[in-house]
């Protein structure tokens, strides 16, 4: 079968090659693989600043973001031939830690976690590849292809899940206004869930025009060009991972705040601030930031259920390019206007 494979650590070693088909001990679902997307991990594994193969391995199988279609599953699974599943990217690190044993490996305390495609654990960019029941996500066939979007979807419903735990602190803490930073696909979903929950949302992103806006606005969101104004959101899920950005929504939020960082910062970006300012604020007026990172099955089925009530058509919006896997070079361009960018291994 063909897989993408990268020598982690190697600049630019990517390549589409012929690999054994995928081991049993891999798991004991076998999946055709119908769709991969790619995110920005995927480019900073390629470039050689991130991932980890398998023991004993050179290579990995990158991708995570997964969508494929059962070929077969054991009696007794849960699964059947014909199911469209998602494999969960994390795996719980043998120790345990606490987190880990209790099935929050998102939150996994000691870092012995391994990952699809990212971390030890070769990924989902292969024609075939195997997942354990346990860690496949059964969806709603009527999404088809546009269940590639299930991972980054989970990403974001732990964070919204953190957000209202987090609220529940105070009895009479009622939000009204959401602000979603940046209007990349985790950003775009961020506001989808913001509106199934009935928030007044508003978008920041750089763009002035193309798909972004546009999708923003047909969600029934407030958009934002660079430019917020005297907003004064209760919510803000940060996506960006923009020092500035960052330190402007901190300064911002309305009494009672909470911010999400969900954004990775790539570092070496100095801003001068004044951080007795910002204590004295946070302190004051009982203010929260956190930082929220990869999901378990508890989220994904959560991201599972806001698809399923998603409009079909905007979703499919979100996935501006779909490049076969033969001309697999294109995936990883960055284009104007792209917003989600997904391989199709059906053509």
């Known amino acids: 079968?063909?897989?993408?494979?990268?020598?982690?650590?190697?600049?630019?070693?990517?390549?589409?090659?012929?690999?054994?088909?995928?081991?049993?001990?891999?798991?004991?679902?076998?999946?055709?693989?119908?769709?991969?997307?790619?995110?920005?991990?995927?480019?900073?594994?390629?470039?050689?600043?991130?991932?980890?193969?398998?023991?004993?391995?050179?290579?990995?199988?990158?991708?995570?973001?997964?969508?494929?279609?059962?070929?077969?599953?054991?009696?007794?699974?849960?699964?059947?031939?014909?199911?469209?599943?998602?494999?969960?990217?994390?795996?719980?690190?043998?120790?345990?830690?606490?987190?880990?044993?209790?099935?929050?490996?998102?939150?996994?305390?000691?870092?012995?976690?391994?990952?699809?495609?990212?971390?030890?654990?070769?990924?989902?960019?292969?024609?075939?590849?195997?997942?354990?029941?346990?860690f496949a996500i059964k969806l709603d066939p009527a999404l088809d292809k546009l269940g590639v979007l299930l991972e980054p979807t989970s990403v974001v419903a732990k964070a919204w899940e953190q957000v209202e735990r987090i609220g529940q602190r105070g009895a009479a803490w009622q939000p009204r206004i959401a602000l979603i930073t940046g209007a990349g696909p985790v950003g775009l979903l961020a506001a989808l869930m913001a509106k199934q929950r009935g928030y007044d949302v508003h978008i920041l992103d750089l763009a002035k025009d193309g798909a972004k806006p546009k999708l923003a606005r047909d969600l029934g969101a407030t958009y934002h060009a660079g430019d917020l104004g005297k907003l004064e959101p209760d919510i803000v899920i940060e996506c960006t991972g923009a020092a500035s950005v960052v330190l402007d929504v901190m300064n911002r939020n309305a009494p009672e705040g909470i911010i999400c960082l969900a954004g990775v910062s790539s570092g070496g970006h100095k801003l001068q601030f004044d951080v007795g300012a910002l204590n004295r604020a946070m302190v004051l007026e009982n203010d929260v930031v956190f930082g929220s990172v990869n999901a378990n099955r508890r989220h994904y089925r959560a991201a599972a259920e806001a698809l399923a009530k998603a409009d079909k058509d905007w979703l499919g919006r979100l996935i501006t390019r779909r490049v076969p896997l033969g001309r697999w070079q294109e995936a990883f361009e960055t284009r104007a206007n792209d917003v989600k960018t997904v391989l199709d291994f059906t053509q």
């Open 1 to 134: 079968m063909r897989a993408l494979t990268v020598e982690p650590g190697r600049p630019n070693s990517i390549k589409l090659e012929d690999v054994p088909p995928p081991p049993q001990s891999d798991g004991d679902i076998l999946v055709r693989a119908l769709a991969l997307g790619i995110c920005g991990t995927d480019r900073e594994i390629i470039s050689g600043a991130y991932g980890w193969a398998p023991p004993g391995a050179q290579r990995l199988i990158i991708g995570h973001e997964s969508l494929g279609r059962v070929e077969h599953a054991p009696a007794g699974s849960g699964f059947a031939a014909g199911d469209l599943v998602v494999g969960i990217v994390r795996r719980p690190d043998p120790v345990p830690c606490p987190a880990c044993a209790a099935g929050e490996w998102d939150m996994c305390r000691n870092g012995q976690y391994t990952e699809r495609g990212i971390k030890q654990r070769n990924g989902y960019g292969s024609e075939q590849f195997r997942l354990e029941h346990d």
